[in-house]
């Protein structure tokens, strides 16, 4: 039998806080989903009485997640309750409290030991909520409470697991807070959305998006909008601007984009944080980031060059060094990944910084506003010529320096 298949999942949500909704689901029901996303496949969700928790979940619940949910009633006490699963059910035990906001990778780290049958907990700082792994044969009746229980398990702090995020290309210690106030709650809740946040992203998504996300997050998580809707409504906007970037409309262009650019950071923050995840939505999206501002930008070059074949014309060169050097810098970036399974964009310090000014879509829109500001749009063409051509010579020198230095990737070092 498949180790993974044979672990289930055991969620107290007996304490207060359990049952209260963020983003439009329990905090409980929040941990379903995170357990089925990394594979566990049985759940048992213990309440103070035989109250039917599936009434509680939201009603997309089946649509994006598959994980078996019954419902237990609380014995005497958490031990007690597990003596009684243990006697129905084998293998290995993932236990956690309802009323807790939780990193993936402690989650991912329980799972791990759940499958190598080991009897280890999490814990942050001196005290916290319990988040323990534990196979069937360690839970013993012998002992007087959880605590004295829980005293023979291997101890991880998480201030000794990794804190790099690969996905979200930043540095968090893992985290796994108690909600049982309406402060600690907020302050959970910001960490959850500080974790799903790229740290390597260019200035406007890093600090002009966030607060705006946040809300919009809070305002769309309880409805049954999903993130691939966003994700298409995304989509028409940015390949709706390219024919107006070719005929110069470019202050309905540029609206455009900054809206896109917005709903490019939405779905994914969205998705992130109510766990509606989907492979369609992230091929979507990164096809399709390439070809409309390869696009974007051959259109301002066409309006701006009587002859793109012209190159004595000098917006004929600054339309062919953009569109060049970001094909170019596609390539170099993408090829690193490819020979060294990591990305470019913050292998080191430095390039996680440069990450945040080097060119892109954002960048680009602001050039063009400040152009249009000053009656003058042929300056977002130049602006975003000269600073493509100074992303692709910083990409390649880097391309180039950091594999002969041996230097690793800064999420293994």
């Not at 691939?228 to 390219?242: D, E, K, P, R, W």
């Not at 913050?346 to 892109?360: C, G, K, Q």
Request: glycine share 6%.
């Amino acid at each position: 039998m498949d180790q993974q298949s044979n672990i289930t999942a055991i969620i107290f949500a007996q304490y207060g806080f359990s049952l209260h909704k963020l983003w439009g689901m329990t905090l409980t029901e929040k941990l379903l989903r995170q357990l089925s996303s990394i594979g566990i496949a049985k759940a048992i969700v213990v309440m103070p009485d035989r109250m039917q928790f599936q009434d509680q979940l939201r009603a997309d619940f089946k649509t994006w997640h598959s994980i078996e949910v019954e419902t237990k009633p609380l014995l005497v006490s958490e031990l007690e309750t597990l003596e009684s699963v243990k006697n129905q059910k084998d293998g290995s035990f993932i236990v956690l409290q309802g009323n807790t906001i939780v990193d993936d990778r402690i989650l991912t780290t329980l799972k791990q030991n759940a499958v190598n049958g080991n009897f280890c907990r999490i814990v942050s700082g001196d005290t916290g909520p319990f988040a323990f792994s534990v196979p069937a044969d360690k839970i013993v009746s012998s002992k007087s409470s959880l605590n004295e229980f829980l005293a023979d398990s291997e101890v991880i702090q998480t201030s000794r697991m990794d804190s790099y995020i690969l996905k979200m290309r930043r540095r968090m210690e893992p985290f796994i807070y108690k909600v049982d106030s309406k402060e600690t709650l907020k302050k959970a809740e910001r960490k959850a959305f500080t974790s799903i946040y790229k740290g390597a992203t260019d200035f406007i998504t890093k600090y002009a998006w966030p607060m705006p996300t946040r809300w919009m997050c809070h305002l769309l998580g309880p409805t049954n909008i999903t993130p691939n809707q966003i994700t298409y409504i995304s989509m028409v906007l940015s390949f709706g601007a390219i024919p107006l970037f070719f005929m110069g409309w470019f202050w309905t262009a540029w609206a455009m984009g900054i809206i896109m650019s917005f709903l490019d950071t939405l779905d994914g923050k969205l998705a992130r944080l109510t766990l509606r995840t989907s492979e369609a939505g992230h091929w979507l999206d990164n096809a399709s980031d390439t070809i409309y501002l390869w696009l974007w930008y051959l259109g301002i070059g066409w309006f701006f060059s009587d002859n793109l074949l012209d190159f004595s014309n000098l917006n004929t060169q600054a339309t062919w060094a953009l569109v060049g050097f970001f094909t170019l810098d596609k390539i170099i970036t993408g090829l690193f990944k490819k020979l060294f399974g990591a990305q470019l964009h913050d292998f080191a310090p430095l390039d996680y910084h440069a990450r945040v000014y080097i060119a892109r879509r954002n960048p680009f829109l602001v050039v063009l506003l400040i152009g249009l500001i000053l009656g003058q749009p042929v300056f977002g063409l130049y602006a975003m010529a000269v600073w493509q051509t100074a992303t692709f010579a910083f990409h390649m020198i880097r391309f180039i320096y950091l594999p002969l230095t041996g230097q690793k990737h800064q999420m293994v070092r």
